[in-house]
């Protein structure tokens, strides 16, 4: 049984965010609320009480600390300690924050994803992969309401949804979210992919020598496969193709020794609009049962074919492929974790900029970890949050300083002491 206590509504200071101090010191070492205001064009009257920048950073904060909804950041707005903190004065009702964000036009969209670009600079200045993998992918956000922009479209879960259609980009090697467009839901998965493809390569720090795409069937197309080798890049496409079948049981197989059942074959092939052959390699293995609609019972196989550049054996083109895998859970991090799946209003560009922050907001936990952790960034945002951000603390002043203090039983201290030191170290040109 719970002891009899009384509750009271007296003590003052106190937070349940005080991890946030960590990543507003990080985004104050980056510069990233100057970077913004430099980067985002938005013209506001003198008489305005808040910048662009600062809704921005205040919706950034609000998503790693959680919120999944405008309404949410509340929160935030009542969190004396973290306002103390990071000087926000005043802070804007939802209302406010809705307003600001339907300021933003295709143009400022733009704006701020060269703002990110330029943050992503200073980061790989201090700790870069000559080559990197990118994983493109998409995902689709349904909605209940009648958003501008929504349509019906693809949607595996619930068929004849409305929805959105964003087109993500994430690098392997660090897990961060390199560019992002956010579409009608009606918009298919690989439309616009070869411009994407140009604006991810553009975005890449100049320390990357050498880059490796990987992409599911809806990226395949002879114009992104012609613009990665334009600019001399490594791909991995898996094939969707009408008649594939039939092609691939025309090929020569070979069968995979330590493996039984599986069987691998590799050839060249021009598809219809492409202006030279391209390779191919596949993999197949046989599944139980055998085909009846045929005049003699037939082995059914389980095919996996991909278009490379590469030279490296079908069987291993597989096992590389596989490894995409992972980036679904990057996008179900951005999606539910950081809320890029879930605040929104009416306007399609206001949307699109507050998808875009909440992808910011969590580049801003990657990088964070990447830079200061040995363990860099091995756990999702919601462990993170849990650990690392949601933690309970007091704000006193002592001898005239500012003094945040935790529990003596927080658990993750050492952590914690790790990561304020190695951020207070932390320079950037």
Known sequence: MVKRYHVKFTSRNLTGNAGLVHLGRFAEKLQLSKIIERAVTIERGKTTEYKVSEAVMMMIMGVLGGAKHISHLAIMRTDSVMRQLFKWV???EDRTFGRIFRLFSQKHCNELH??????????????WYERITLDMDSTVIGVTGSQEGTAKGYNAKKKGQKSYHPLLCFIAETRECLHNWFRTGSAYTGNGASEFMKECLMKLPKKVKQVFVRADSGFFNGELLEVLEENKSEYLIKVKMKKLGELLM???????????GRETTEFWYKCGGWKKERRFVAVRKEVEGKRKDTLFPM????LFCYVT??????????????????????IEWCKNHMASG???????WANAAIFQTSILAYNLMVWMMWLNTKESFHEEPNTIRAWLIRVPGKLITRSRQWVLNL????????????LENSIEALTFA
């Open 90 to 92: 005043k802070y804007p």
């Open 114 to 127: 060269e703002a990110e670009s330029e943050a992503r600079g200073k980061v790989w200045s201090r700790k």
């Open 250 to 260: 025309g090929q020569e197989w070979k069968k995979v020794k330590w493996d039984e």
């Open 299 to 302: 082995p059914q196989y389980e």
């Open 309 to 330: 550049n590469m030279d490296i054996t079908p069987l291993r083109a597989h096992q590389c492929y596989g490894q995409r895998s992972t980036s679904e859970n990057w």
């Open 342 to 348: 879930s605040i929104r209003t009416q306007d399609f």
């Open 407 to 418: 529990s003596e039983d927080y658990y993750f201290k050492k952590r914690w002491i790790e």
